[in-house]
C-alpha cells in the first residue's frame, strides 16, 4: 500500500489542523492505520491508531482530549483532527499502515507514507 499524507502547515498555539492520509494499492480497509510524529533530534513517537473497521482508537497520552483519528474505509483515507494545538505539537507528521499487533510499536508498521510539518507558533 502507498500512503500519502497532506494537510501539514503552520498554526498558532489553540488552532486545529487536519491531515489526511490517502491510501492506494491493496485493500485499505484490512490495515491498522497509525499517525507517528517526529521532532528535531527527538525519535519518532506514536500519536494515533485506529482499527481496520473504524470501531477502535488510540492515542498517546500527550495528545488524548485534543486530536482525533477517523478513517474512511470508501474513500481509502484516514484523518487526524488536532485541536488546542500546543507548541510541542512541532513535527513532522507521518501516517502507516499494519496487519500486525502491537498499535503503539514503531517496528509494528509496514508501511509509511512521506510526512508532513506541522509547526505551532506561541
Known amino acids: 500500500v502507498q500512503l500519502q499524507a497532506s494537510g501539514g502547515g503552520l498554526v498558532q498555539a489553540g488552532g486545529s489542523l487536519r491531515l489526511s492520509c490517502a491510501a492506494s494499492?491493496?485493500?485499505?480497509?484490512?490495515?491498522?492505520m497509525g499517525w507517528f510524529r517526529q521532532a528535531p533530534g527527538k525519535e519518532r513517537e506514536f500519536v494515533a491508531a485506529?482499527?481496520?473497521?473504524?470501531?477502535?482508537?488510540y492515542y498517546a497520552d500527550s495528545v488524548k482530549g485534543r486530536f482525533t483519528i477517523s478513517r474512511d474505509n470508501a474513500k481509502s483515507t484516514v484523518y487526524l483532527q488536532m485541536n488546542s494545538m500546543k507548541p510541542e505539537d512541532t513535527a513532522v507528521y507521518y501516517c502507516a499502515a499494519q496487519t500486525r499487533n502491537g498499535i503503539y510499536r514503531r517496528d509494528s508498521y509496514e508501511y509509511w507514507g512521506q510526512g508532513t510539518q506541522v509547526t505551532v507558533s506561541s
Open positions: 485506529i482499527s481496520w473497521s473504524g470501531d477502535n482508537t
Open positions: 494499492g491493496r485493500t485499505f480497509g484490512r490495515y491498522v
